[in-house]
DNA sequence: CTAATACTTAAGTTATAACTTCACTAACCT
DNA sequence: AGGTTAGTGAAGTTATAACTTAAGTATTAG
């Protein structure tokens, strides 16, 4: 019973991009698996082969990986193999640069005002 | 008990900093702390107003990002004051630039051989 | 001095994330 | 066909993250 970011059985909003994004950076191994891909390209079985769990805990990771669309996979046949997705990256590259630092956000806003005086 | 980064009693390595960073944003409510703070500085009382949980778990979560180096906090009296810290995003937007596209990456480290022919 | 405010600390509860094992299917090999 | 390899799916286990309540300690207000 692996799933998606839930926090509690509450308010039960569908987490966002940026909600599936930081939850599967969040562990450890899903970081890890990223930097293996960011390699090369790699089959479940090879990924499991360097990290200590088992090939279905792998999966799950990688199930999560491509929920938060920082990992893309193809299958050829029987073999699954898996690849860094640069889309999720521009999404986090993109939180941290917006609130890396407080004025300078503060800057940005202020020019989109002046970019887009109406919409 | 909530704690740093430790997720099974395993190899017990001691996190690194973006280790502590990713667990930090990895949940939804520190990352609306985050957002709040972006705005500007703020008490624990005045966060634990916008959130819907006790002043103690507000206190813990801030604990929890202290220690990753995203907020920064200073206590006048019996106010707490906290702060977003820039240095814990560059560390955070330096990862994400460098996991951002493989082929670039790939492109840097060639460069850096470029660069440094011997050691 | 007393009372309220602003936090802090310790300890306990509960949902669930991160695993496991077992059973299964599909593809490739001989 | 039979066996092995690659992966998937379901269900169960366990540690712990995210909370809580209750009882502190300082600080400020009246």
Redesign the pocket.
């Known amino acids: 019973?692996?799933?998606a970011?839930?926090?509690?059985?509450k308010a039960e909003k569908p987490p966002s991009e940026i909600d599936r994004i930081f939850y599967a950076l969040?562990?450890p191994?899903r970081r890890a698996i990223v930097e293996m891909l960011s390699e090369e390209s790699l089959?479940?079985?090879?990924l499991?082969a360097h990290l200590?769990?088992?090939?279905?805990?792998v999966?799950?990771?990688?199930q999560?990986l491509e929920d938060s669309g920082l990992v893309r996979s193809d299958?050829?046949?029987?073999?699954?193999?898996c690849h860094v997705a640069t889309a999720g990256f521009a999404v986090l590259e993109q939180w941290a640069r917006e609130h890396r630092n407080v004025w300078e956000r503060r800057l940005d806003r202020l020019g989109d005002l002046l970019d887009q005086p109406e919409k």
């Open positions: 019973m692996r799933g970011p839930k926090k509690k059985a969040g562990d191994t089959s479940v079985s090879q499991a200590p769990m088992t090939l279905t805990a999966g799950q990771h990688l999560i299958k050829a046949g029987r073999i699954r193999t």
